[in-house]
């Protein structure tokens, strides 16, 4: 079984997509996923005074408030659980295509997921608790120290934690059946390259977070 870590912030919908991509893939391959936090409002931290990011802290900060709660989650259930968290939460925020699921706030959205999720309704007080900040932290350093400080999410690694890693793939919509598994060999392959550094293309159509 191939095992990869996942890297992630609920509000970033690029990594929703690649999410959902990864899930399809296990769907149909010998897959075992880890979800890991990083956090955008780490990340950005000290940078919200450029004008690209100054209306983004506040979705940033929801985002950190929501990984809060799977920390809590994971401590509670397991990683498993965590993954049926994200699935609760992105469900909410970018299938429903409700705007108001991130405008409410991280602690209704956290208790909808929650219930959702069967999980305990109680963890959505852990949007609060801050102590939770210096475990996702560090493993927001680990996804920098892994693919590079130029990074946001995701961030894949194969064969953790000395396996190749890398941020995306950035995909517009999720590929589904074998077109999904002949990504997912193409994306092993290049990553498995030594010397591969590098393949970007800026121009993309947006997300396409209901595919």
């Not at 391959?29 to 919200?48: F, Q, T």
Request: include cysteine; hydrophobic fraction near 45%.
């Amino acid at each position: 079984m191939s095992e990869i870590e996942f890297f992630w912030d609920p509000v970033c919908p690029f990594a929703w997509i690649t999410s959902r991509w990864v899930v399809e893939v296990a769907g149909q391959r010998p897959l075992d996923v880890r979800w890991r936090p990083i956090s955008l409002r780490i990340l950005n931290e000290g940078g919200y005074d450029d004008e690209g990011l100054a209306d983004k802290k506040e979705g940033h900060e929801i985002g950190l408030a929501l990984l809060r709660v799977a920390a809590a989650v994971e401590a509670d259930a397991g990683n498993e659980a965590v993954s049926r968290l994200y699935t609760a939460l992105g469900s909410a925020t970018f299938l429903k295509g409700d705007p108001q699921a991130l405008a409410a706030g991280p602690r209704p959205l956290a208790e909808q997921a929650l219930a959702a999720c069967g999980l305990v309704a109680g963890l959505a007080a852990a949007v609060d608790d801050e102590s939770a900040d210096a475990a996702i932290g560090a493993s927001t350093e680990t996804a920098q120290e892994r693919a590079g400080r130029d990074v946001g999410t995701p961030v894949l690694t194969f064969g953790p934690p000395d396996g190749p890693s890398f941020f995306g793939p950035v995909i517009s919509r999720v590929p589904r059946g074998p077109e999904a598994v002949k990504l997912w060999d193409a994306v092993e392959a290049l990553a498995g390259a030594p010397s591969f550094a590098e393949l970007k293309r800026s121009l993309r159509e947006p997300p396409q977070v209901a595919s």
